[in-house]
């Protein structure tokens, strides 16, 4: 089982908005990471590291949708963004790493960047409910993608299994795991809030 970031050690310390980011994003790599040798276990073939990474882009790519998702009414807009741009950058540093590993020396994170923009532009169109999580079409996107990263022997059966059982999942463990990260970003939040109310009293 992938080890999972929870929370904070050291809860009184303030966080910045790119500190948290860089939590969720070691979540959201471990939580892909793991949905991959789960299918892998399930008898679905990948034949390279390299594939596997193909594979974890995309359920990273859905993740991060995910996070924008769950964070819409805890954040204004411009702190939404940036924590969510703190999360894409950070995948992409560790995407750069794993890929130099797997596919030699090279410049692999505007590629993976480009996946996330067209990604977050295909799945901004699909409905996301807070407690149930990505509907139907939501689900089928991310599943039509992996299949698509997959190969030939499983495409018949992959896309039902990302549905049914891996998307649900994933958007589990990131539920769970959210509130505990998010809260010092959600206290300075408020705080922000609460002394721009008064500065527009006074």
Not at 58 to 78: C, H, P
């Amino acid at each position: 089982m992938a080890r999972l970031k929870r929370g904070w050690s050291d809860k009184g310390k303030d966080r910045s908005i790119e500190d948290i980011g860089g939590a969720i994003s070691f979540n959201i790599w471990q939580v892909s990471g793991q949905a991959v040798l789960d299918l892998e276990n399930e008898g679905f073939q990948t034949d390279t590291h390299s594939q596997r990474l193909d594979v974890i882009s995309e359920f990273t790519a859905y993740l991060i949708q995910v996070v924008d998702r769950l964070v819409y009414d805890s954040f204004d807009q411009n702190d939404r963004n940036e924590l969510v741009t703190a999360v894409g950058l950070h995948l992409a540093r560790i995407m750069q790493d794993n890929r130099i590993d797997a596919n030699g020396p090279g410049q692999y994170t505007n590629e993976y960047l480009q996946l996330l923009n067209q990604r977050i532009g295909e799945y901004s169109t699909c409905q996301f409910d807070e407690s149930e999580g990505p509907s139907f079409v939501f689900l089928r996107l991310l599943g039509d993608h992996v299949t698509s990263r997959m190969g030939e022997r499983d495409a018949k059966w992959i896309t039902g299994y990302i549905i049914d059982i891996v998307g649900k999942q994933m958007f589990k463990s990131l539920n769970r795991l959210l509130p505990g990260l998010l809260d010092p970003a959600q206290k300075e939040a408020s705080e922000e809030m609460l002394m721009r109310r008064q500065n527009m009293d006074q």
